[in-house]
């Protein structure tokens, strides 16, 4: 069946490294969506990635979905406090026409200033 | 965010109680889900509705009945539940029940089973 593979599950840094969180599927995906968790709160949908190889920026953020549709990364720029949160992606199986995501167990970043 | 709307935000409820848990989305949408948030678990799909129709119910135990009056409203009905159902259920719309539109969640109720 259809999976989604998060890691790392925890991630520690300091203010102003980088950060990056990696997300692989056992089969092909017709799309992925990343979603943002803060402390408390809900998944609040960030972007989706459709075309293979497609790479997208959100200022400090990087989205990339991988050649073969089967991987994607989330790449943080210099990060800040406030990108405290879990960082969840979510395929979209090729053959799914019912909009059912896979969600990956999500990374929990924790940012020190 | 007032998109997605959900009541109660906390409850707490014997295993024998019944009770409801309430979704509504203001977004137009015609699709909307029950997500299930535990914690060291993946979010967990329950159900999905698309244009008031069911069109999954992901081999959830009976003791969880949806209902979805209207494209708007969406409830959970809860009866005779176990500790281990204690979890955040989280509701979400999209546009329509594709795959190429986001969800928009709403807050969530934080439930306790005693």
């Known amino acids: 069946g259809q999976q989604v593979m998060q890691i790392p599950q925890y991630q520690h840094v300091q203010e102003g490294e980088d950060f990056t969180t990696y997300c692989n599927s056992s089969?092909?995906?017709?799309?992925i969506q990343w979603y943002k968790q803060r402390p408390g709160g809900h998944p609040v949908f960030l972007i989706q990635?459709?075309?293979?190889?497609e790479v997208k920026k959100q200022k400090r953020l990087t989205f990339q979905f991988g050649e073969a549709k089967k991987n994607s990364s989330l790449h943080i720029t210099a990060t800040q406090t406030t990108d405290v949160g879990t960082y969840f992606c979510?395929?979209?199986?090729?053959?799914?026409?019912?909009?059912?995501?896979?969600f990956g167990r999500g990374t929990q970043l924790t940012v020190w200033p | 965010e007032t998109g997605v709307t959900q009541t109660p935000r906390h409850l707490v409820m014997g295993m024998t109680n019944k009770k409801s848990l309430k979704c509504e989305q203001h977004?137009?949408?015609?699709?909307m889900y029950w997500y299930k948030q535990s914690a060291k678990k993946p979010l967990e799909l329950m159900f999905v509705?698309?244009?008031?129709?069911?069109?999954e119910n992901n081999s959830v135990p009976s003791r969880f009945s949806p209902e979805c009056p209207n494209s708007s409203h969406l409830f959970l009905h809860l009866h005779t539940l176990q500790p281990e159902d204690s979890a955040l259920y989280l509701c979400?719309?999209?546009?329509?029940?594709?795959?190429?539109?986001?969800?928009?969640f709403g807050p969530g109720t934080r439930l306790t089973v005693t």
């Open positions: 977004l137009g949408h015609n699709a």
């Open positions: 509705y698309s244009l008031e129709e069911r069109v």
């Open positions: 990635l459709v075309k293979s190889g």
């Open positions: 979400a719309s999209s546009q329509d029940g594709g795959a190429d539109y986001e969800q928009y």
């Open positions: 979510a395929g979209v199986d090729r053959g799914s026409t019912l909009g059912r995501l896979y």
């Open positions: 089969t092909t995906l017709s799309n």
